[in-house]
């Protein structure tokens, strides 16, 4: 029973965290920038975790340090107990709690966060909050990586290692300057396939979801302008340049402020889902656990 117990006390959080970071990186480089160690501590360090286990973590490619099976299986468990010893520090650390990591797409990310991260700091004034906005392709990779705690994204994507549970809905709306000649009455679909459009580049969860409705109605509509941001979308859209499709939620007080208007027209309404994306193998620390919950009651 000694013996095992000896055995178990070699593994250690040096050698986890070398660990995770080369999943991430890549390279004993990479990993060693990442976490301030030099090359060749985080090589000894994962050769030291490969000798405790008996396995190999990682199939040497050239250069690269591929993830293999054995180190899939212990990427879970790793991040785990990273976080795990980050909250015990913060238990007794004055500064504050352990991070609370967060990837959304940039819908969610720029309108709907902002107020609920808010909320949760005034409760919470001690939680630290990372949060990246992102195509919804990377915020699948970072939670995959475990790199985010949890992902919000638009739409009904999904991936092996992820799950993804319906959060909210959304709706998307047609928008023009005021001074738009659709502006003020009901466009009809010609009148749409006739007009110059504006949207979300290719690849955004808001662009998928426009193509969705727009195409099987307007077949030959123009775009003329495709564009990386929201805000991008509606400011050009507010110069005269062309109509746009954006979520309601990104433009309610634009539309409220006057500097942009909802179009009528006959398109059948277009929801969506919001939804909110965990890791199937990771269990959720304290700071995260808490936000999910404040986010699905909110």
């Known amino acids: 029973m000694t013996r095992k117990i000896d ?32 090359q060749s501590a985080a090589s000894n360090a994962l050769g030291e975790l490969e000798a405790v286990l008996g396995v190999q973590l990682f199939d040497r490619v050239g250069k690269k340090l591929v993830i293999n099976e ?14 795990q010893a980050v909250e015990t520090e913060a238990l007794f650390t004055a500064a504050h709690a352990a991070p609370l990591r967060l990837a959304s797409s940039y819908t969610i990310g720029e309108y709907l966060l902002p107020d609920l991260i808010g909320r949760w700091k005034t409760t919470h004034p001690r939680s630290h909050v990372h949060l990246r906005i992102a195509n919804t392709h990377d915020v699948f990779d970072a939670v995959a990586s475990f790199t985010a705690d949890l992902g919000f994204i638009e739409g009904s994507h999904t991936h092996p290692a992820l799950t993804v549970r319906r ?27 006739q007009a110059t459009w504006i949207l979300r580049e290719p690849g955004s969860g808001t662009r998928e979801a426009s193509d969705r409705w727009l195409i ?12 990386g941001s929201n805000e991008a979308v509606k400011r050009a859209v507010a110069s005269g340049m062309g109509i746009g499709c954006l979520s309601r939620l990104a433009v309610e007080d634009a539309v409220a402020s006057g500097w942009l208007v909802e179009l009528s027209t ?4 277009m929801r969506r889902a919001l939804a909110i994306v965990l890791h199937r193998a990771k269990k959720l620390g304290s ?12």
């Open 7 to 38: 055995q178990r006390l070699r593994l250690t959080l040096r050698q986890l965290e070398v660990f995770a970071a080369l999943a991430r990186g890549g390279t004993t480089r990479a990993a060693a920038d990442e976490i301030s160690r030099s």
């Open 287 to 298: 700071a995260a656990e808490g936000f999910l919950k404040h986010c699905v009651e909110s």
């Open 167 to 193: 959060w909210r809905s959304d709706e998307l709306t047609v928008i023009a300057s005021p001074k738009h000649p659709l502006a003020g009455r009901r466009a009809s679909p010609r009148a749409l396939q």
């Open 70 to 83: 054995n180190g899939r299986a212990l990427l879970p468990r790793a991040a785990a107990i990273l976080e």
């Open 266 to 269: 006959s398109l059948p309404p």
């Open 216 to 227: 099987p109605n307007l077949p030959q509509m123009e775009v003329e302008l495709e564009l």
